[in-house]
């Protein structure tokens, strides 16, 4: 099992930035794939990025391409979302998920195939 803590997550000005940090804590984190997803008020979570055990492989949601950069440091057990030129349309509360096995990377996007999930941290860009 991996506990799962998110932070960084504020008010800010749309063209602005933001990093989220999510910290986990248990043995097997360097094993896990881990993923960012968002969740909007009144609508479904929905994938953001995704990055397997190594670092080497990352995946994003179209819209964020470009923008959000996933990067994980398992020496700290941290998993972290950087956003530049935020817009209003990504606010959200964003959650960090760990997934404990295999999976075909074109399952990362379904929120259902996660094991853990964290609390959330509230994203707000204002326009």
């Known amino acids: 099992q991996v506990q799962l803590v998110e932070s960084g997550g504020e008010l800010v000005q749309a063209g602005g930035s933001l990093r989220l940090s999510c910290a986990a804590s248990?043995?097997?984190?360097?094993?896990?794939?881990m993923a960012w997803f968002r969740q909007a008020a009144g609508k479904e979570r929905k994938f953001v990025a995704a990055?397997?055990?190594?670092?080497?492989?990352?995946y994003y949601t179209d819209s964020v391409k470009g923008r959000f950069t996933i990067s994980r440091d398992s020496a700290k057990s941290a998993l972290y979302l950087q956003m530049n030129s935020l817009k209003p349309e990504d606010t959200a509360v964003y959650f960090c998920?760990?997934?404990?096995?295999?999976?075909?990377?074109?399952?990362?996007?379904?929120?259902?195939?996660?094991?853990?999930w964290g609390q959330g941290t509230q994203v707000t860009v204002s326009s």
């Open positions: 998920a760990a997934l404990n096995r295999a999976r075909n990377s074109g399952e990362f996007p379904d929120p259902r195939i996660y094991d853990n």
């Open positions: 248990g043995r097997t984190f360097a094993t896990h794939t």
């Open positions: 990055i397997d055990w190594s670092g080497s492989a990352t």
